[in-house]
């Protein structure tokens, strides 16, 4: 059963084609890596699914239900998280009350109601758990903006987690981490996704074959190949417009 599907997207800026005829497929329950050259259309294709671009062209479907143009808070609530390629905390707050907005996202509770937060118990208790599981309990009370940028990235990454989606977005969520960082990520992606769908762009092929169950490999806009790692490895065609570049 597909959890999201694309059918016939097609995106432009100003007349200038991004997407073409994309028809994606993701099975519920998988990890789907997408991949491709700089400027092949993968954020667009993201911005596009959860709502931040309206498709000039096609339809998006959640759990098959028709969502073109829905609102990226509409999709929120209907189970779809996203992390971006940029991190996107609200970096005067502290790590806690960062993922204590998310916490309170995730059960609706509007934000006029924040002075009231404080004797949520609930929600305080469920902030510190998702604190301990993603390792930045000791950080609990420090700005996300002097956070490491590795768990600056981790705390991101546990925002768009914390609403408890069916299917996660992630943009590039290892760019810019060093070697030991991205090892880290990787263990907290795959720890905190299970039993969820999850969706990731990312150039680095480490972590792409060691995290996907499926690769989708966008070049100019198009959807050159789809498959298992293994098969995607060996497709000469994915070799030529990409893979053979990260190997030379």
Known sequence: MNILETKGLFHDFKGLEVLFDVNLQVKKGERHAVIGPNGAGKTTLFNVITGTYRPSRGQVFFKGKDIT?????????????????????????????????????????RFQMLRKVDGMGDITREADEILKRINLDRERNMPAGVLSYGKHRSLEISMALATDPELVMLDEPTAGMSRDETHHAVELIRRLTEGKTLVIIEHDMDVVFSLADRITVLHYGQILATGPPAEIRQNQAVKDAYLGELEA
């Open 69 to 109: 143009g829905a609102r990226p808070h509409e999709l929120n609530r209907i189970g779809m998280g996203r992390s971006f390629q940029i991190t996107s905390t609200f970096n005067r707050l502290t790590a806690f009350q960062n993922i204590r907005l998310a916490v309170l996202s995730k059960r609706g509770i």
